[in-house]
């Protein structure tokens, strides 16, 4: 006779465990902490960079290792590799405490393998290969002795003039508080612990992709409603997913530095949202603050930070000389201290380097990892995803298989480094793949390759122009690499122009003007400005910086042997001038009808309003087709909900996905509501000629939002319903009503 354990139990059961676990870590590290002298305990608090791939600005300091032997360390970063680790983990062992340290490191898109920047990754809005790229990324950091990636960025980022839009998931709310889930969860797996888990990091807490004219580390000025509404619904998600540590912001918010700010750290963080886990500032933020004009010296800047929230200094040298002075001044407390060591040395436990300081220091473990073909596989299938197909006039893509001679033209065509992007891990065999390996991998000795380099990224020149129009003439069709090197975009790299830099786009002018057909591949890490291609060209591709496996991602994309299904997951504007540009604003009381309709109304007289390309735009080689709207009933109560179901259909000749959108307006709200939001999402594979019945649920949740007084619920009242391929190509569309 078969016995089936109820579900609900077994829920229990593992909550149960959770629970007396956590109390079993709570019991040690109280015994720690009464053992630990304030000077230990503020040693704790403290974050020192290693020697090699720093991220911001050094201070020298010839006594580390003397510091780490002496207990005045809790955590290093910027030192990874099983033999690295467990020989400075040693010196750690040396101390009185013999507190293990945590050793931290950047791994944004990958460690020894190199996935897309995470912008790209968000174009791919396949939330499931989102998790695994992070879940491959710690196996791999994990492996290495790190217990701790600096991810993900979950900044809303608006303006594509900041170079950390690199770093995130885009302007979309609903969309990056997803993406946030998925690469927490992928990070840390099946929980701290575990051999193949890092600790994530959620940052930079809050709104540091709202810097003002995109200049990064500048101030932030918003309403708490925007705040709210748009920049911390990621973070929260973050904290749903169990984020093990937050890393606060450069910016300040509203007048305050975010590092010094009580009501982002202490208020919402670990008030309301009762979070557990600790706070890191960023590089040197403690002490910045001094330049902010918020704190005099580093003693009150160690005051500030500690009483609003920031729990560890990374690399600003301000608590560990400070902090026990004003404790003995009475301006600090000991309870505060104390707060802060806890929430670390609880992680410590968690991660099990209280048992095992050199459990993850594994060199046989380490060399498995990093050398796994089917992490490179892996790499190979996420960049696929992120490739948008932004235009495709006439089908010159995909390419046929029997061309003779193919032109590949371009700054970037045979660069390998710059695939790897911004906030990649320096390795001295990257075994990256260009575009012009990779297309050689592709067509063999069945088609010639052609080359020219035509000029630098940003060449004022056009000396190499005349072997390249030469070249072009040669060939059967052109395939252009044009776009950024990858210290272009990134921290620190804000532009105020964001055109293709140098000639480039004389460059492909030059090459149409040949009469051969142009594929443009554009490779970037932000949104850039090309109106003249994107009017002239018939095919072109955003690939982004795509990592390790670039080449034969946009070789198997060119060729069709993977049709793309990216998705803008940002809006390009045609101009710097219409920057900040997003698909969810609000209406003006003068709203423009369309780009023509200009007199006494909110536009341009210069330029239309609307962008170059939409949020959600990315096209297919096949084409889809939205059919048959219906929805389960047209009025809802609060407790209620709504079934919403149409046919998707494969009217094309390829296999392929289609990311539908579904999309919301409340009509009249007590706030001013955006013209839509994104709401849902999914990513559909159909066959050609297949259609699907595609079904989406509407409840309270989806229609709430917070009010005048930040009270987060739905109101009464009218509601359209939008589902469509982009935000600006909606498909279908129904009205439906909320009552109370």
Not at 105 to 129: C, K, N
Not at 156 to 185: F, N, S
Not at 505 to 533: C, S, Y
């Amino acid at each position: 006779m078969k016995r089936y354990i109820p579900l609900a139990f077994l829920m229990t059961l593992t909550f149960s465990a959770a629970w007396a676990q956590d109390k079993k870590i709570e019991k040690k590290v109280d015994s720690v902490l009464k053992l630990m002298s304030l000077a230990e305990k503020i040693g704790q608090l403290n974050q020192y960079t290693g020697d090699r791939d720093a991220t911001g600005p050094i201070t020298n300091n010839p006594n580390k290792l003397k510091d780490i032997r002496e207990g005045k360390l809790g955590s290093m970063l910027n030192v990874r590799g099983a033999k690295e680790t467990r020989a400075v983990q040693e010196v750690a062992m040396q101390s009185r405490m013999k507190i293990p340290l945590i050793f931290g490191l950047d791994v944004i898109h990958g460690y020894r393998v190199t996935f897309p920047i995470p912008l790209a990754e968000a174009a791919s809005w396949d939330l499931a290969s989102m998790e695994n790229t992070a879940r491959v990324a710690a196996r791999e950091t994990a492996a290495s002795g790190v217990h701790w990636t600096f991810a993900p960025m979950v900044d809303i980022a608006r303006d594509p003039r900041w170079g950390r839009v690199m770093e995130g998931a885009g302007e979309d709310t609903y969309l990056g508080a997803q993406i946030a889930k998925a690469r927490v969860k992928g990070f840390q797996g099946k929980g701290l612990g575990n051999l193949d888990a890092v600790m994530a990091c959620a940052k930079h807490f809050a709104a540091y992709g709202a810097a003002i004219a995109g200049r990064d580390y500048n101030t932030v000025d918003m309403s708490n409603h925007t705040l709210w509404e748009v920049y911390l619904p990621p973070f929260k998600a973050a904290v749903d997913a169990g984020a093990a540590t937050f890393m606060n912001a450069f910016n300040t918010l509203n007048g305050v530095p975010a590092t010094g700010n009580t009501y982002l750290q202490r208020d919402i963080l670990k008030g309301q949202w009762k979070y557990t886990g600790f706070v890191v500032s960023d590089w040197g933020s403690i002490g910045e603050m001094i330049a902010h004009g918020y704190a005099k010296d580093k003693a009150e800047a160690a005051e500030l930070a500690l009483k609003a929230g920031s729990d560890m200094d990374m690399e600003s040298r301000s608590y560990l000389p400070n902090l026990e002075q004003l404790v003995k001044d009475k301006k600090v407390t000991v309870a505060l201290i104390d707060d802060a060591v806890r929430r670390i040395l609880r992680k410590k436990f968690e991660l099990g380097l209280f048992d095992d300081p050199y459990r993850f220091s594994n060199e046989s473990r380490q060399e498995k990892e990093l050398n796994s073909a089917e992490n490179r596989k892996a790499a190979l299938t996420m960049a696929e995803k992120s490739i948008v197909l932004l235009k495709n006039q006439n089908q010159v893509l995909p390419l046929a298989k029997d061309l003779k001679k193919i032109a590949v033209i371009g700054p970037l065509a045979k660069s390998e480094k710059d695939m790897q992007g911004f906030w990649s891990i320096a390795w001295e065999n990257d075994n990256l793949v260009s575009l012009y390996q990779g297309l050689k991998n592709k067509v063999g000795n069945h088609t010639e390759l052609l080359y020219a380099k035509g000029c630098e990224v940003t060449d004022s020149t056009k000396t190499g122009f005349e072997e390249a129009i030469a070249t072009a003439k040669q060939a059967d069709v052109v395939i252009m690499a044009v776009g950024e090197t990858l210290d272009m975009s990134g921290e620190a790299k804000s532009k105020a122009h964001i055109r293709i830099p140098g000639v480039q786009e004389d460059l492909i002018k030059a090459i149409q003007a040949t009469g051969k057909p142009v594929v443009v591949l554009v490779m970037a890490g932000r949104p850039l400005i090309f109106n003249w291609t994107a009017d002239h060209i018939p095919a072109i591709m955003y690939t982004w910086w795509l990592g390790s496996e670039a080449g034969n991602a946009m070789a198997n994309v060119l060729f069709g042997d993977y049709n793309p299904a990216g998705k803008l997951p940002m809006t390009f504007p045609r101009d710097e001038g219409q920057i900040p540009l997003y698909y969810n604003y609000l209406s003006t009381g003068r709203p423009a009808k369309n780009d023509q309709d200009t007199r006494y109304r909110s536009a341009y007289l210069d330029m239309p309003n609307s962008p170059k390309f939409a949020f959600g735009h990315g096209l297919s080689y096949t084409t889809f087709e939205y059919n048959e709207l219906k929805l389960s009933k047209a009025q809802m109560s609060m407790n209620d909900q709504i079934t919403v179901t149409f046919t998707l259909k494969n009217t094309g000749k390829y296999a392929g996905e289609e990311v539908v959108q579904l999309y919301l307006q409340d009509k009249f709200a007590s706030v001013a509501r955006p013209v839509k939001e994104l709401k849902d999402f999914q990513k559909v594979m159909l066959k050609a000629g297949e259609s699907k019945i595609i079904r989406f649920t509407i409840n309270k949740e989806k229609l709430s939002f917070y009010n005048q007084q930040l009270k987060w619920g739905a109101e009464a009242g009218d509601f359209k319903l939008m589902i469509g391929t982009a935000s600006n190509n909606i498909q279908l569309e129904k009205d439906f009503t909320l009552t109370n």
